[in-house]
Nanobody, 120 residues
Framework: VQLQASGGGLVQAGGSLRPSCAASGRTFSRYHMGWFRQAPGKDREFVSVIGWGSGSTHYADSVKGRFTISRDNAKNTVYLQMNSLKPEDTAVYYC??????????????WGQGTQVTVSS
């Protein structure tokens, strides 16, 4: 599956952004979809995941209560609503897809990333 992330940008602290990730493939509704991020000089870290089927969601503690992941299976797209952004949220955000149904997801496909910069 091919993934195309977009919707990053520059925002002041306290602001909001809503990156999206469009996926190819005819079985998007059966993919677990996730968001990860990588800040300069740091390892890539998990941000959020939304499962297929029930659409269960999980978040990293650092974003819980501020970020919301959602999906639109008719548009083959997953979103990450990011509110109350902090400078420490600055990173390249990557979307990922797991094409097998097991849990935890085995993310085998990755998008190219979209830059999110939060100024103080």
């Amino acid at each position: 599956v091919q993934l195309q992330a977009s919707g990053g940008g520059l925002v002041q602290a306290g602001g909001s952004l809503r990156p999206s990730c469009a996926a190819s493939g005819r079985t998007f509704s059966r993919y677990h979809m996730g968001w990860f991020r990588q800040a300069p000089g740091k390892d890539r870290e998990f941000v959020s995941v939304i499962g297929w089927g029930s659409g269960s969601t999980h978040y990293a503690d650092s974003v819980k209560g501020r970020f919301t992941i959602s999906r639109d299976n008719a548009k083959n797209t997953v979103y990450l609503q990011m509110n109350s952004l902090k400078p420490e949220d600055t990173a390249v955000y990557y979307c990922a897809a797991a094409e097998t149904p097991g849990w935890p997801p085995d993310f085998g496909s990755w998008g190219q990333g979209t830059q999110v910069t939060v100024s103080s």
